[in-house]
């Protein structure tokens, strides 16, 4: 099973997505990394992407989660993921890949990108991301008013109950095989 937690930038996708890949045993990327120099420069200077500049990244992380389903490994991606489209190129439509949306409401994100320091991302921007926002339909929905360990906690059971689903053991640890 292929996961990716999408949402705003702010929204907790990397830290919510290390902590389930950790609870999983599996691996771990964060979309960051496949940004080209120049996409990481534009956002430093408070310029918003766009589809252009979207497609070659969209493209690094489909060819990396395709990857990772070749090698039958379960593996978490973090990664924004705002239009339809983008979800589509991921492989939304793929059966082993799952969506987690962390939905939270622009005050809150605010709050927290305002305190988050050495992150390229301009928090002047998370307006142009709740604009770009398409919100999926067929997305494991999670409130990110709830801490990182109990999001990571509520994702394992509905992780579970996912067809090709991560088994749990009695103590509601992932068995990873």
């Given amino acids: 099973m292929i996961v ?3 949402g705003v930038s702010g929204s907790g996708k990397s830290t919510v997505g ?24 534009k956002m430093r200077r408070g310029e918003a992407l766009g589809d252009d500049d979207r497609a070659p990244w969209l493209a690094a992380i489909r ?7 070749l090698s039958g490994r379960h593996h978490v991606f973090a990664c924004s993921a ?10 939304e ?3 082993d890949v799952v969506f987690v949306y962390l939905k939270g409401a622009p005050e809150v994100i605010g709050e927290r990108l305002a ?11 998370l307006q142009s991301q709740f604009d770009t926002l398409e919100e999926p339909r067929d997305a494991l929905v999670i409130d ?12 394992l059971h509905k992780l579970a109950a996912c067809p090709g689903g991560v088994p ?3 103590a509601g640890a992932a068995r990873v095989q």
Avoid: K, W
């Fill in 18 to 41: 290390q902590q389930l890949a950790d609870r999983l045993g599996c691996g771990f990327s964060d979309a960051d990394s496949f940004h080209s120099a120049a996409n990481i420069e």
């Fill in 144 to 155: 990110i008013r709830e801490s990182p360990d109990a999001i990571v906690e509520t994702l």
């Fill in 93 to 95: 439509h793929d059966g």
């Fill in 4 to 6: 990716v937690v999408m």
């Fill in 168 to 170: 749990l053991t009695s």
């Fill in 63 to 69: 060819e990396a989660i395709v990857a990772r389903r």
């Fill in 82 to 91: 705002l239009r339809s489209r983008y979800r589509d190129v991921l492989g």
């Fill in 115 to 125: 305190s988050r320091s050495g992150h390229f991302f301009d928090p002047a921007l």
